[in-house]
């Protein structure tokens, strides 16, 4: 591994090795890489060698062997060719704070653990320890909630850039600042609220990706109790507000107890009119309440309208996810000098306010005892005993930037050890990842590493201290400490005789780009498929896994054993029973992502919510295939864009579990779900002409947006056109519908027609908006969602041959409006609203002839 190919060699010599801030000194003979796609989005970078230099221009030899000529401008110039010369620059970085008698000793030690990737540092580690003065080597920060006024708002956002600029993620709890359209008396006027604030920071975020090599990673999360809850966890759903933050909830334990008694839940904020309210508040509500502070209820909601509205939202979007941060504290090992408020972008880093993490991972696979069929136990004891030394020598090492992060830092000195390489090792051991064997051996991988590293810590406190809030009889007493020393009580005697290093020593991150570099699983991931396409800011690239590569040479003509599983191929319920297996040994928190098929319900996907409390996990996220319009990883090669006219797209399929059979080339597209669908002749392309007369009926919607009428009309019994009414003539949402009718009649009259309507509803079913109308089977979340209730039910028509008896709202009329009234009079109902242009809420109205929005305050005379 002193050597590295393809796109392990592009990562390692784009985020990691050190660069030469002059790329103008880059002579024949270096390696660089080259910009060969200049992308905002997608860029695509390739690896190569300077062959010659003309001034400002250059001929690369690249990787594939072609020769280019380039400018010096589109070169990252590397110090660092291989990962030996990085290995060396960080032992010597991390054993330069030991004393001078131990130092090369410990330089020794580190070099060893680095050596073939038995642990690989986290990102920021690897980019900064020994090249810069700048750059920070913690990877997650929580900065303090801001603080409620424009002055601490504006503080917040230079806090995150700062941090952001120098590599770091940042997790922002956004709960102290005041809900929509709460008083504010300096200015006479009335807040926006907390989310609107959030989309600031998310703008920002994406400034500074757009800006530097490393993109800006941002947490937002909001408390349960929050007035603006229920808008945070619908804030995705428009567009354009948010886009360059993960999200997710704070919930509480008596939030949960709410939600199964299907009780009441308040939604609150302290009195902002308080005297100390801006010298007191920081986003703590049980600490302003023990103050004796007045509280205001701005409302009152059924804990299950909120909780549903979160689970619908993550089954639409994978976001929010949930953090269970009650049940997180109550388990910290600080919870009696530092809250959590939370969590880092990923959400495997609980922080206090000015907290820090620093990450590594100890790469599993490199611990398969062969000879004896088994876990190198001796071996994977050193290796995590030395890493904890490591990370707790990074702390010293780094540079801070703000002094609130050092003091916070030095007072609890929390380090994050992790893993790579568990479906690996598994695989290698033959267990099948999910299975309840897995579990047990999960049990005992992990909370082996856990005791070795908590005895590490310990010793190092015996030699250099203990970390300056410790407590003996305190930290014992902390959820996951009570577990620890119940299983292994040699922990608690070395405690109690040398102190605690670090307060956590354990966090399972998500290393997704130092895994892929190292060619292994990711974090406690299993593999995402045998054979996939990842598109990353180097380009779009197709990958394989070498261990079941190698499988399949080695028996030809035969299927991959059951225990070579993948991350689509497993139950949601298999990942989430393996997240609470390992987070049962870890005392910060877990990167995990439930994968689900594309038809999980949200039914399932709220048992699966539930199951990961019941569990003791500390949070659950899921991601449904297909949920979001990009994603990093997927197991088909997307369409060449370049291709022209009629021209079918060939998509590579790829072999994934259970499968022997090199990938087929295929011709005919493919569904949002991967699908390919079936080949369509030139004379089934051709657009089906509309003729004089065509029957059909009408069907009227409530929606969000006012009153609907969806006439739907055949051609040879299949359904081919639309006509759709909402709203008022001259309005926006009159013409968006309009134009929504005709799109989906154009549609319709191309190709297989039966594929096509179900291809309609498919998309277009459960697409929401601001907000939703109805109940159960009658509720209508858009426009667009009412289109495809409406097909639904004019097959159901179609196939019973005769009238269907319609439930609530859904009413089929003739086609021809009541007598003496137009179609658009008919269906400008008093309901109906238009979208504002400002906020895209549909809630502009006319009033006192102006156009004014009820939720914004947006306003136009027409």
């Known amino acids: 591994m002193s050597t590295l190919e393809g796109l392990s060699e592009k990562i390692f010599l784009d985020r990691y090795a050190r660069k030469n801030a002059e790329a103008s000194q880059a002579q024949p003979g270096d390696t660089v890489l080259v910009l060969v796609k200049d992308d905002l989005a997608f860029p695509v970078k390739e690896a190569g060698q300077i062959l010659a230099r003309r001034g400002d221009e250059v001929d690369v030899k690249m990787r594939s062997g072609d020769v280019i000529t380039t400018t010096i401008a589109k070169l990252t110039h590397t110090l660092e060719r291989t990962p030996d010369e990085m290995w060396d620059r960080l032992a010597a970085a991390m054993s330069s704070v030991e004393a001078s008698d131990v130092q090369q000793q410990w330089q020794d030690r580190f070099r060893y653990i680095l050596d073939d990737w038995k642990l690989v540092p986290g990102g920021r580690i690897a980019a900064g320890a020994g090249a810069s003065d700048e750059l920070t080597l913690f990877n997650c920060y929580v900065i303090p909630s801001p603080h409620d006024s424009r002055g601490g708002i504006m503080a917040t ?160 979007s994978a976001e929010p996810g949930v953090v269970f941060m009650e049940r997180y504290n109550n388990m910290s090992n600080s919870w009696y000098f530092n809250p959590i408020i939370c969590t880092n972008p990923c959400g495997e880093q609980g922080l206090p306010a000015w907290g820090v993490c620093n990450l590594s991972a100890i790469n599993l696979s490199k611990f398969y005892d062969e000879e004896r069929d088994d876990v190198a136990w001796d071996e994977l004891a050193k290796v995590t005993r030395w890493s904890v030394r490591f990370l707790d020598n990074v702390i010293d090492r780094t540079p801070y930037h703000f002094e609130e992060n050092e003091a916070n830092q030095k007072k609890e000195r929390r380090i994050g050890l992790g893993s790579m390489g568990l479906a690996e090792l598994m695989i290698k051991l033959k267990v099948r990842y999910g299975s309840p064997e897995s579990l047990q051996f999960l049990d005992k991988l992990y909370g082996f590493i856990a005791k070795e590293a908590y005895l590490a810590s310990a010793e190092i406190a015996g030699e250099k201290g203990s970390f300056e809030a410790f407590d003996e009889e305190l930290f014992l007493q902390s959820g996951f400490m009570k577990n620890m020393i119940a299983e292994f009580p040699e922990v608690e005697a070395a405690i109690r005789a040398t102190g605690m290093r670090n307060v956590t020593v354990i966090t399972q ?33 197709e990958q394989y896994v070498p261990i079941a590569q190698q499988w399949l040479d080695e028996h030809p003509g035969e299927e991959l054993p059951d225990y070579f599983v993948t991350a689509m191929s497993l139950t949601a319920e298999d990942h989430i029973r393996v997240q609470a297996a390992i987070q049962r040994w870890v005392d910060s928190s877990i990167s995990k992502t439930a994968n689900c098929p594309n038809d999980f319900t949200v039914e399932e996907t709220e048992k699966l919510y539930e199951l990961a409390y019941e569990l003791g996990c500390k949070g659950v ?195 021809v409006a009541p007598a003496g009234e137009t179609a658009e009079a008919y269906a400008a109902t008093p309901e109906s609203v238009d979208l504002c242009p400002s906020c895209g809420s549909a809630a502009l109205i006319n009033i006192e002839g102006c156009k004014q929005c009820s939720s914004c305050g947006y306003s136009k005379c027409n």
Not at 204 to 220: D, K, P, V, Y
Not at 525 to 532: H, L, R, S
Not at 724 to 748: Q, Y
Request: hydrophobic share 35%.
């Open 509 to 541: 991150a998500p290393t997704g780009s130092t895994g892929t570099m190292v060619g292994t699983s990711t974090g406690i991931e299993p593999y995402f498929a045998f054979k996939y396409f990842r598109q990353s800011r180097l380009g779009y690239d």
């Open 157 to 316: 956002l230079t806090e995150m850039t700062e941090i952001m600029a120098r590599g770091g993620g940042v997790g922002i709890n956004l709960s102290s600042l005041r809900p929509k359209r709460t008083v504010v008396v300096g200015v006479n006027g009335s807040s926006s609220g907390a989310v609107s604030w959030g989309g600031l920071f998310s703008y920002t975020t994406g400034l500074i990706e757009q800006g530097g090599s490393r993109r800006g990673a941002l947490m937002l999360m909001i408390n349960d109790w929050h007035p603006d809850v229920l808008e945070f966890i619908t804030v995705k759903q428009t567009m354009g507000k948010i886009t360059n933050a993960n999200l997710s909830v704070c919930v509480s334990d008596a939030f949960m107890e709410a939600v199964k008694q299907d009780g009441d839940w308040e939604l609150v904020f302290p009195d902002t009119t308080d005297a100390e309210y801006d010298e007191l508040w920081n986003g703590d509500l049980e600490a302003w309440r023990k103050l004796g502070k007045p509280v205001n209820v701005h409302s009152v909601v059924k804990a299950r309208e909120i909780w549903h509205t979160i689970i619908e939202s993550a089954w639409k």
């Open 621 to 815: 996220t899921i991601y449904r295939d297909g949920s979001r319009d990009v994603q990093v990883l997927s197991t088909t090669e997307k369409s060449d864009k370049s291709n022209e006219g009629n021209k079918a797209e060939t998509n590579l399929v790829s072999t994934t579990n259970h499968t022997t059979e090199p990938a087929v080339q295929t011709t005919g597209a493919m569904d949002a779900g991967g699908n390919v669908l079936p080949a369509v002749s030139q004379a089934d392309r051709q657009y089906k002409r509309r003729p004089q007369v065509l029957h059909g009926a009408t069907y009227r919607m409530n929606t969000p947006l006012g009153m609907a009428y969806i006439t739907i009309n055949d051609l040879d019994h299949v359904p081919s056109e639309i006509f759709l009414i909402v709203g008022k003539a001259g309005s926006d949402v009159f013409a968006m519908a309009e134009a929504l009718g005709r799109v989906c009649s154009l549609f319709l009259r191309y190709g297989d027609h039966g594929n096509k309507v179900q291809l309609l509803i498919k998309h277009l079913k459960g697409i929401g908006g601001t907000g939703a109308i109805g109940f159960g089977q009658n509720r209508v979340e858009s426009i667009a969602d009412a289109v495809a209730k409406a097909l639904e039910l004019h097959l159901q028509a179609k196939e019973h041959a005769s009238s269907v008896e319609l439930p609530g709202h859904f009413l089929a009329e003739d086609t």
